[in-house]
């Protein structure tokens, strides 16, 4: 008993580190973004920073000889490649450009919100108290962040629409790669959703050709790196991470990113922010630890995940870091 508590733990400090990683590029990937997005149209920067990761992703599942997902792990990996690398990309680039940081921040940070309930309701994760009472926190960080941030309300309908579409097709994504994991190993279905996300935004080619030819060379080495750091290196440790614990707590732990964004913002950008901005950034990591905290230790765990834990364990075998 002793040594499976200890083995549980071992396994959540990894998953925690993993998030860690995640939400760390995907804060950085806001910075990236906004610079390339001076060069490059919505459709083009997602094609662009998709064929960057696809690259990425394949030579090293190549080199590790993973092999195909099996049949069990599509119906998700189809998902999550249309809706989160597909959809959300698109949606996100375009609906930052008609609408404020601050505004976008705002409304995409609904995702967090409707994976927890997705979560709870599709995959019977539950709804766990100190999940639900974290992520109202986190989410009025980041409603505190948006409004400091705001262009004194003067928001683009379409852009609020369009950054409300990235937030549920987020959240749909996340939803859907959930169940795959438990066929699949972190990085086959991070692998071949980037492979999905690329094949759903090859329309964009032709758009991506021309901006590559005209756009100075630091914001093509912005896109790669989008590629390469925030898709790649990104969502894979978020796939190894989602496969170790609930979607809702994973939704969760990325209200770490408006923080983040802010400091990174501040050190890179020479962005000042106000102190309204900091104390949404500190409210967010404040309902992020209260969300990813242990309650009892008989309700640590729910139902939904007791009946998933041997899937989940077949998962963590079959991807080795």
Known sequence: MEQTTTSEARADRRALAAAAVTVLLWASAFVAIRSAAQYFAPGALALGRLLAGSVVLGLIWLVRREGLPPRAAWPGILGSGILWFGLYMVALNWGEQEVDAGTAAMVVNIGPVLIALLGGW???????????????????????????????????????????????????GVVCQKPALRHASALQVTTFGCFVGTAACLPFAGQLVTQVASAPLPAVLNVVYLGVFPTALAFTTWAYALARTTAGKMGATTYVVPALVVVMAWALLGEVPGWLTLVGGLLCLAGVAVSRGRGKPEGGRGRGDRRRAPAESSASRSVQH
């Open 122 to 172: 599709l995959l019977k994760e539950g709804f766990a108290p100190r999940l639900l009472a974290g992520m109202a926190v986190s989410f009025a960080g980041a409603v505190v962040v948006g409004v400091s941030m705001s262009d004194g309300g003067r928001a683009s309908v379409v852009g609020v629409l369009l950054c409300l579409l990235a937030a549920v097709t987020y959240a749909g």
